[in-house]
């Protein structure tokens, strides 16, 4: 969600005052439009805009709502004319509050007719007939003269009247190719196959993909349609829709597949759609597992005017078209299980938010429903701007980049993008056949954003937009367009189901695979909670980040801090249920999940050398309570690395402190010591021997364990440091450090 996604209300005479004004000042302007038609010569003629607009000043001032979009209407109408108007009505009565509920289109639907037998008078007063419905969000669409734009405007019932405006296609001219890439390099450029190994693909939700046709019978689309629906418009004898039964609206199978075979009507949908939840078995999309509910609402316009640039004919959408689609899925959503809307459309340019855009209720309405609506960016090569309605502020816009963290030329880039996906050269479906092409487009990255909120919403099924979206946000790769200042999150699929789950992902880098001349890595975790627990490590190839496999350990007791060697846990490591096969690796990154809050140590042991080395790097501080305890100190049985501790008391008044041992194999309390008076700001350095020799250490206490303790500090202001001497080399070494492993949402 954007920052300024939620609107304040302003105090009320302020807001009185203001709003009053700004209603005459753009009825002012509305009126200086009116008296500009040269065919009032009478003084009949001058007084009937004059009573209008006075009648229009004054309701203004009486709701305190601004006449949204009636200069733009009085404009596009010119001396008379007409125009496609969508009039937004006022829902009060309890209708409001409808608005906000997360399944709420049965109230929305009650509070839509209220409205509108509210709005009825005013329809009559103003002559305006034909009205067009919608189902869960108060407008209506109608054809309106000038002077019943301005006798709507003046209604207290009405709160805007927009235009209906066209909108086209937000790709660059394709480039074909024959064949398609199964796991292609955009997806692995977002981090997405870890997120299929585990059991993450869309399945069990859907994306409605609002388009132009969609040839649900390519292989890669198969049996995945539901609810297809066609929303496309007729104006006129220029603007002809192109639903498969002749009629508008059509709903039911098929009715958003018009794909001749001879036609390349289907291609851009088509290519959309796979891109999002394609799967024939070989060649995926983000989504693979998901359903999709097509919905064309392309229209065939053979004007040139409205056609260019491009020649005539072509094909072409509007705002009306769109918000009757995004109704259909406001309705639809909880019952066909949508979790993201894909619009690869784009219409005019905007510096900053266009929250005047008439769709954005229904777009805030499919947010608290859980419903991402990713919107294209267009392709203009704007910095600055994007196109209407990726500019909603609640809409997620979607900018362009190749595989990697270049922004594409042609791209829209702006401060108002909420992220950028590969959109450069991406093999998709073609919209007749089976066969596959190469398009290139904020088209094409927008619906791999659409499938990650899709794959995302399998896994946390009530989780809320604002989580899924802040997930993403925070674990994206930052992409800058050069010299812009601005800087966009690249999707990273993975990262972000991390995130959700609490996997910490800074443990551990450059882990030696198996053993090295240098030493052997050695892992260990630590459980002071009071119950068993598992950790859960990822392993990744440290060169590629590529997912290699998983391992889980087995139960760590309470207190205890079990240890494992990187040979043990890549030769027990298993992917999909099958172990992993033997490979070549210099190094790898371990990714920890746990179900206990902890700690972990990553140790490199040189036994040629009698070297032992702390090479822990959380890659951040580590948290206080973190040096109240130390982990696998070393017992007197290892002569050749024996342990000392020091203890610093950070308190004003000296004090002794007290430190209980446990047996780091089993968990079991061992001995609890004592240390003499630490002097205020001073500390203590003591040997484990030397502790063992000085304390009764029961018979039997250390059996079943590995030869080492676990240490903490109790109720004492101050923190430990361990050390540990490699007798051979005559080295001291700094064995403190250590990350934090906190609870995972997952199950290691």
């Given at each position: 969600?954007?920052?300024?996604?939620?609107?304040?209300?302003?105090?009320?005479?302020?807001?009185?005052?203001?709003?009053?004004?700004?209603?005459?000042?753009?009825?002012?302007?509305?009126?200086?439009?009116?008296?500009?038609?040269?065919?009032?010569?009478s003084?009949s003629?001058?007084?009937?805009?004059?009573?209008?607009?006075?009648?229009?000043?004054?309701?203004?001032?009486?709701?305190?709502?601004?006449?949204?979009?009636v200069?733009?209407?009085?404009?596009?109408?010119?001396?008379?004319?007409?125009?496609?108007?969508?009039?937004?009505?006022?829902?009060?009565?309890?209708?409001?509050?409808?608005?906000?509920?997360?399944?709420?289109?049965?109230?929305?639907?009650?509070?839509?007719?209220?409205?509108?037998?509210?709005?009825?008078?005013?329809f009559?007063?103003?002559?305006?007939?034909?009205?067009?419905?919608?189902?869960?969000?108060?407008?209506?669409a109608a054809?309106?003269?000038?002077?019943?734009?301005?006798?709507?405007?003046g209604?207290?019932?009405?709160?805007?009247?927009?235009?209906?405006?066209?909108?086209?296609r937000?790709?660059?001219?394709?480039?074909e190719?024959?064949?398609?890439?199964g796991?292609?390099?955009?997806?692995?450029?977002?981090?997405?196959?870890?997120?299929?190994?585990?059991g993450?693909?869309g399945?069990?939700?859907?994306?409605?993909?609002?388009?132009?046709?969609?040839?649900?019978?390519?292989?890669?689309?198969?049996?995945?349609?539901?609810?297809?629906?066609?929303?496309?418009?007729?104006?006129?004898?220029?603007?002809?829709?192109?639903?498969?039964?002749?009629?508008?609206?059509?709903?039911?199978?098929?009715?958003?597949?018009?794909?001749?075979?001879?036609?390349?009507?289907?291609?851009?949908?088509?290519?959309?759609?796979?891109?999002?939840?394609?799967?024939?078995?070989?060649?995926?999309?983000v989504?693979?597992?998901?359903?999709?509910?097509?919905?064309?609402?392309?229209?065939?316009?053979?004007?040139?005017?409205?056609?260019?640039?491009?020649?005539?004919?072509?094909?072409?959408?509007d705002s009306?078209?769109?918000?009757?689609?995004?109704?259909?899925?406001?309705e639809?959503?909880?019952?066909?299980?949508?979790?993201?809307?894909?619009?690869?459309?784009?219409?005019?340019?905007?510096?900053?938010?266009?929250?005047?855009?008439?769709?954005?209720?229904?777009?805030?309405?499919?947010?608290?429903?859980?419903?991402?609506?990713?919107?294209?960016?267009?392709?203009?090569?704007?910095?600055?701007?994007?196109?209407?309605?990726?500019?909603?502020?609640?809409?997620?816009?979607?900018?362009?980049?190749?595989?990697?963290?270049?922004?594409?030329?042609?791209?829209?880039?702006?401060?108002?993008l909420?992220?950028?996906?590969?959109?450069?050269?991406?093999?998709?479906?073609?919209?007749?056949?089976?066969?596959?092409?190469?398009?290139?487009?904020?088209?094409?990255?927008?619906?791999?954003?659409?499938?990650?909120?899709?794959?995302?919403?399998?896994?946390?099924?009530?989780?809320s937009?604002?989580?899924?979206?802040?997930?993403?946000?925070?674990?994206?790769?930052?992409?800058?367009?050069?010299?812009?200042?601005?800087?966009?999150?690249?999707?990273?699929?993975?990262?972000?189901?991390?995130?959700?789950?609490?996997?910490?992902?800074?443990m551990?880098?450059?882990?030696?695979?198996?053993?090295?001349?240098?030493?052997?890595s050695?892992?260990?975790?630590?459980?002071?909670?009071?119950?068993?627990?598992?950790?859960?490590?990822?392993?990744?190839?440290?060169?590629?980040?590529?997912?290699?496999?998983?391992?889980?350990?087995?139960?760590?007791?309470?207190?205890?801090?079990?240890?494992?060697?990187?040979?043990?846990?890549?030769?027990?490591?298993?992917?999909?249920?099958?172990?992993?096969?033997?490979?070549?690796?210099?190094?790898?990154?371990?990714?920890?999940?746990?179900?206990?809050?902890?700690?972990?140590?990553?140790?490199?042991?040189?036994?040629?050398?009698?070297?032992?080395?702390?090479?822990?790097?959380?890659?951040?501080?580590?948290?206080?309570?973190?040096?109240?305890?130390?982990?696998?100190?070393?017992?007197?049985?290892?002569?050749?690395?024996?342990?000392?501790?020091?203890?610093?008391?950070?308190?004003?008044?000296?004090a002794?402190?007290?430190?209980?041992?446990?047996?780091?194999?089993?968990?079991?309390?061992?001995?609890?010591?004592?240390?003499?008076?630490?002097?205020?700001?001073?500390?203590?350095?003591?040997?484990?021997?030397?502790?063992?020799?000085?304390?009764?250490?029961?018979?039997?206490?250390?059996?079943?364990?590995?030869?080492?303790?676990?240490?903490?500090?109790?109720?004492?202001s101050?923190?430990?440091?361990?050390?540990?001497?490699?007798?051979?080399?005559?080295?001291?070494?700094?064995?403190?450090?250590?990350?934090?492993?906190?609870?995972?949402?997952?199950?290691?």
């Open positions: 969600m954007r920052p300024d996604h939620t609107v304040k209300t302003p105090d009320k005479p302020a807001a009185w005052f203001l709003t009053g004004w700004r209603a005459t000042a753009a009825m002012l302007r509305a009126f200086v439009y009116v008296c500009r038609d040269k065919s009032m010569r003084f003629s001058l007084l009937r805009p004059i009573v209008l607009f006075a009648a229009v000043a004054v309701a203004g001032f009486a709701s305190g709502s601004a006449r949204a979009g200069e733009d209407v009085l404009k596009e109408i010119g001396e008379g004319g007409r125009a496609q108007v969508i009039v937004r009505m006022k829902a009060d009565g309890g209708g409001a509050a409808a608005w906000t509920p997360r399944l709420s289109s049965s109230r929305q639907r009650v509070a839509v007719a209220t409205a509108f037998l509210d709005a009825a008078p005013a009559d007063r103003a002559r305006v007939a034909g009205v067009r419905r919608f189902r869960t969000i108060p407008y209506v054809t309106v003269t000038r002077e019943q734009a301005m006798a709507l405007a209604e207290k019932s009405v709160e805007g009247i927009f235009l209906i405006r066209r909108e086209r937000a790709e660059i001219a394709p480039a190719r024959v064949t398609a890439v796991l292609s390099a955009a997806q692995t450029s977002i981090d997405l196959g870890s997120v299929w190994d585990r993450f693909d399945t069990g939700t859907a994306i409605a993909v609002i388009d132009s046709g969609i040839n649900v019978n390519h292989p890669a689309l198969t049996g995945k349609n539901i609810g297809d629906a066609c929303f496309a418009n007729s104006f006129g004898s220029t603007t002809i829709a192109q639903c498969p039964s002749g009629a508008t609206p059509q709903i039911g199978p098929g009715a958003a597949s018009n794909c001749p075979g001879d036609s390349t009507r289907c291609d851009h949908g088509t290519h959309v759609a796979s891109l999002a939840a394609g799967n024939d078995g070989v060649n995926f999309g989504a693979r597992g998901a359903k999709i509910v097509p919905i064309d609402v392309f229209s065939l316009v053979t004007d040139p005017a409205e056609c260019s640039p491009d020649p005539a004919p072509c094909i072409l959408t009306l078209a769109v918000l009757n689609a995004l109704d259909y899925v406001n639809k959503a909880v019952d066909l299980q949508i979790a993201a809307v894909n619009l690869s459309v784009g219409g005019s340019s905007r510096d900053g938010y266009c929250d005047d855009d008439p769709r954005k209720a229904v777009i805030d309405m499919l947010r608290q429903k859980g419903v991402a609506v990713a919107v294209a960016a267009s392709n203009g090569g704007l910095t600055g701007k994007i196109t209407t309605p990726a500019c909603i502020s609640s809409a997620i816009g979607v900018g362009a980049i190749d595989n990697g963290v270049n922004v594409a030329s042609w791209s829209n880039f702006a401060s108002t909420d992220f950028v996906a590969p959109g450069v050269s991406l093999s998709g479906a073609k919209g007749s056949g089976s066969g596959y092409g190469t398009r290139s487009g904020t088209s094409m990255s927008t619906p791999l954003v659409a499938g990650t909120f899709a794959v995302l919403r399998q896994a946390y099924p009530t989780l937009v604002d989580a899924i979206e802040t997930a993403l946000k925070s674990t994206g790769i930052g992409v800058t367009r050069a010299d812009s200042g601005i800087t966009v999150p690249k999707i990273q699929v993975g990262a972000a189901l991390d995130k959700l789950q609490g996997v910490n992902r800074r551990f880098n450059n882990v030696f695979a198996g053993q090295t001349s240098l030493g052997e050695l892992l260990r975790f630590y459980n002071p909670g009071a119950a068993a627990g598992n950790v859960k490590i990822t392993l990744r190839d440290a060169g590629t980040g590529a997912y290699v496999g998983d391992w889980v350990s087995p139960p760590i007791p309470s207190h205890a801090a079990l240890q494992f060697t990187a040979k043990s846990i890549e030769a027990n490591a298993t992917k999909g249920g099958f172990p992993v096969a033997p490979d070549f690796r210099a190094y790898f990154n371990y990714e920890v999940a746990s179900s206990f809050k902890g700690s972990a140590q990553h140790v490199l042991y040189n036994d040629q050398a009698g070297v032992l080395a702390n090479l822990t790097n959380c890659g951040a501080a580590m948290p206080s309570d973190n040096a109240k305890h130390l982990m696998n100190v070393h017992s007197a049985s290892f002569a050749e690395f024996p342990s000392r501790m020091r203890i610093v008391n950070t308190s004003a008044a000296p002794p402190a007290k430190l209980t041992f446990y047996n780091a194999g089993t968990g079991a309390k061992v001995i609890e010591w004592t240390s003499p008076e630490i002097a205020a700001g001073g500390s203590y350095e003591v040997t484990v021997p030397q502790i063992e020799a000085r304390a009764q250490i029961p018979a039997g206490a250390m059996d079943g364990g590995n030869g080492y303790y676990n240490v903490t500090l109790d109720n004492y101050g923190y430990l440091q361990h050390l540990v001497e490699n007798v051979r080399p005559g080295a001291l070494l700094d064995m403190t450090a250590k990350c934090d492993v906190v609870v995972s949402s997952v199950t290691p």
